[in-house]
């Protein structure tokens, strides 16, 4: 593994050293981790993305390309550390409306928890803004991954609301679909707000981001129902 930058894992990370942890998911998370650092220590070692290659970030972590593959689709993921947007089943039949639920505080926390699907990331937040801003094409890999949390968030969202008595009830001509989109939209405004200040501070837990969140929900209340 490239020793030009040091993992910081975070909170949905799986932790190799955890007990509980199966010999498989050792190695998998140990693998991931690997090829993660490998390229972002290749992404900051050169001027020009075209010139990392994946056999070369795969040859620094120790695999093969071909279970480079198996880890990430590209190499700009592997530079993010970006996974595959996921829902776990549980969290979706968990996500319901009623009546007293702040819909869009409701919807911020749902994207907050698709996103840490996501982000995979072990480099330090500096460092992170630096390779963004070296090689614009890992803001728009970046952009796609969030494409994709917002869509899983929405289609969540909608099947809430069409499902929900209440809502169906009350406002029969509102489409949930159309509702659910703009919830996203708003939800994601906040959550940006939210956490921009949180990420760059070292050691930031779920708990102060789940806190810095509801303050900023907090706000959006305060300021649209003074």
């Avoid at 390309?65 to 880890?71: A, H, K, L, S």
């Avoid at 509102?174 to 939800?187: C, E, G, I, K, P």
Wanted: aromatic share 6%; net charge negative; with cysteine.
């Amino acid at each position: 593994m490239t020793s030009g930058i040091r993992p910081n894992t975070p909170p949905q990370q799986v932790d190799p050293d955890a007990p509980g942890i199966s010999h498989r998911e050792r190695k998998r998370a140990r693998t991931w981790t690997a090829i993660h650092l490998a390229a972002a220590n290749a992404a900051a070692t050169h001027e020009r993305l075209a010139d990392v290659t994946v056999e070369s970030v795969a040859e620094d972590a120790g695999v093969s390309p071909r279970t480079f593959f198996n880890y990430f689709r590209s190499k700009e993921d592997a530079i993010l550390g970006l996974r595959p947007a996921v829902v776990d089943e549980a969290l979706a039949a968990s996500f319901t409306v009623a009546p007293d639920d702040d819909l869009v505080e409701k919807v911020a926390f749902l994207l907050l928890e698709v996103y840490r699907t996501v982000n995979g990331s072990q480099i330090p937040h500096p460092l992170h803004d630096e390779l963004m801003d070296r090689h614009p094409e890992l803001a728009r890999r970046r952009v796609r991954y969030i494409d994709d949390v917002q869509t899983l968030t929405v289609g969540i969202a909608a099947s809430a609301l069409s499902e929900s008595p209440w809502w169906t009830s009350t406002r029969p001509a509102r489409s949930a679909d159309d509702t659910a989109v703009l919830l996203v939209a708003v939800a994601g405004a906040i959550l940006r707000t939210a956490m921009r200040p949180v990420v760059t501070r070292a050691g930031v837990t779920e708990s102060d981001a789940a806190d810095a969140l509801r303050a900023a929900c907090s706000l959006f209340r305060e300021v649209t129902h003074p």
